[in-house]
């Protein structure tokens, strides 16, 4: 389903609840619950103060211990309405006569008779946008997984889930339209409240692999990207009750009168802060959700080459634990692949030598392919790369050089935490490859996760903009709503 399209049924949608409020919400029945008082509706006597008639009763009847008094709209005003009964009973309730003619209870914005289609609309609505994007991904996995418009739909489809479940919650224990907003406005960032604990269990575990990882690869602030956003989640989410209690006790803005204006800039700023960080949390989860099936993906038993990326070697010119285990990978499934279909693939292992490095890690790659056994034939070097995007680019040269295939098959071997993000690169080179990945250290997957949420951010910066654009302006709309019926 198009954009356009999902556009014009919202429009549709919010039309349709419209007239049906417009036909429906001229009366409204208000239910009190009297029994063991009186038999009789003639017992309760009904006070009407308006300064114009905004309503009217027109109708009062006494069932199974409910007293239901019937108001229709007659001009647009104010009702205080006093109900008085045996034994001193006495409620007291507002009525709300629109310019439309609708009629609504305590609030301006309150509930009204046909209301409770709204919540059911919003649940219908993010219900077909959760089919959508679902399709979407689909299609788009099946074409490639290794792409960042999976991981803003996996992200997007967690938000809209978590509000979906709210919002069928709301619909069965409906109160009117403003419980509604304000529900809506407190899922929006209950996410991030929920997931709390795994964002400080994030942060500390992340800043105690972050120092393992600058022991090894070097102190910079790469390797402190995962404890930078751990700390940076957590305190997207406690920042709305710091917010508010800082303000609660300052004299100078006064956030208690509920239908003051600072009240409702202080409750945007929670609802923005809360929101995003909610929305941030779950591209979070979906990077690590695609990172875990992209290493555990198994490619296609049908490739014609496999690439090995490279990586630090030892001092002696033998290969790293870490290396080693990219390249046996590709002796597994190069074997498995052998076996299952009796295709023989051309092994490439990329990557060029570093100034403290005594050859290139390509040919250190050859050299124990030798070893185990792979004649040199099969074997093509590619030795002049520095990085992953470089690795793709030079070894596709070298493949296209060697094969008169117009379109060869690939596979790459890398270590897991990698699988995605070198995949993301080569999707981005236009190089169609699937990876399989050796087994390594947890400690270098959070900052892997990390590194890759942020270049999703980047890659899909239109899309997480336009999202972004659209929850600000429903923030805001929100609270203009619930400052508009605080005032009336």
């Known amino acids: 389903m198009k954009n356009k399209t999902l556009i014009l049924i919202a429009v549709i949608l919010t039309v349709l609840c419209i007239a049906f409020l417009a036909v429906r919400g001229t009366s409204y029945v208000v239910k009190l619950d009297v029994a063991g008082l009186s038999n009789d509706a003639g017992d309760f006597d009904v006070a009407i103060d308006q300064d ?50 609708i009629l609504t209870l305590d609030e301006f914005l309150g509930d009204c008779t046909g209301s409770r289609t709204i919540p059911l609309a919003i649940a219908v609505y993010l219900l077909l946008l959760i089919y959508t994007f679902s399709v ?66 994030l942060a500390v575990f992340v800043t105690a692999t972050n120092i393992q990882l600058m022991r090894r690869e070097g102190r910079n602030w790469r390797n402190m990207l995962g404890c930078f956003l751990g700390v940076l989640l957590c305190f997207g989410t406690v920042f709305p009750d710091l917010l508010y209690h800082i303000l609660f006790a300052n004299p100078v803005i006064d956030i208690h009168n509920q239908a003051g204006i600072a009240t409702h800039v202080e409750m945007l700023a929670e609802c923005l802060v809360g929101t995003l960080t909610s929305y941030l949390e779950c591209v979070l989860m979906g990077t690590v959700i695609l990172g875990i099936a992209a290493a555990k993906h198994k490619p296609e038993r049908d490739k014609d080459y496999m690439v090995i990326l490279g990586c630090r070697m030892k001092d002696d010119g033998t290969p790293t634990p870490l290396l080693k285990g990219r390249v046996d990978k590709a002796l597994e499934f190069a074997k498995q692949q052998e076996e299952e279909t009796g295709k023989a693939l051309t092994f ?65 071997a890398t270590t897991n935490y990698h699988v995605l993000r070198a995949g993301l690169i080569a999707t981005s080179l236009g190089v169609r490859a699937e990876g399989t990945g050796s087994k390594t250290k947890r400690y270098f997957w959070i900052n892997a996760f990390v590194r890759e949420f942020i270049a999703t951010m980047a890659a899909e910066k239109k899309r997480h903009l336009l999202v972004g654009a659209l929850l600000i302006a429903f923030n805001c709309l929100m609270v203009w709503l619930t400052y508009q019926s605080n005032i009336r």
């Not at 001009?75 to 001193?88: M, Q």
């Open 52 to 101: 114009i008639e905004a309503v009217n009763l027109v109708n009062q009847t006494l069932e199974n211990g409910q007293l239901f008094l019937e108001f229709r709209s007659v001009h647009e005003g104010r009702a205080y309405v006093d109900v008085y009964g045996p034994g001193e009973y006495q409620a007291f309730f507002r009525l709300f006569s629109h310019k439309t003619g």
């Open 136 to 201: 979407r991904l689909r299609q788009s996995v099946r074409e490639n997984l290794y792409r960042y418009r999976n991981i803003f739909y996996i992200g997007l489809l967690i938000f809209l889930s978590f509000l979906l479940i709210d919002q069928v919650l709301r619909t069965v224990t409906y109160r009117g339209p403003i419980a509604t907003i304000s529900g809506m406005l407190s899922a929006m960032q209950g996410f991030s409240v929920i997931t709390l604990p795994v964002a400080f269990v």
């Open 348 to 412: 490439v292992p990329s990557g060029g030598q570093g100034p403290d490095e005594p050859l290139s890690e390509a040919t250190c790659m050859k050299n124990y392919l030798m070893e185990q056994g792979i004649p040199e034939e099969r074997i093509l070097c590619e030795d002049q790369s520095t990085s992953t995007e470089t690795n793709f680019r030079n070894s596709l040269e070298v493949i296209r050089a060697h094969s008169a295939q117009e379109a060869p098959q690939i596979a790459y």
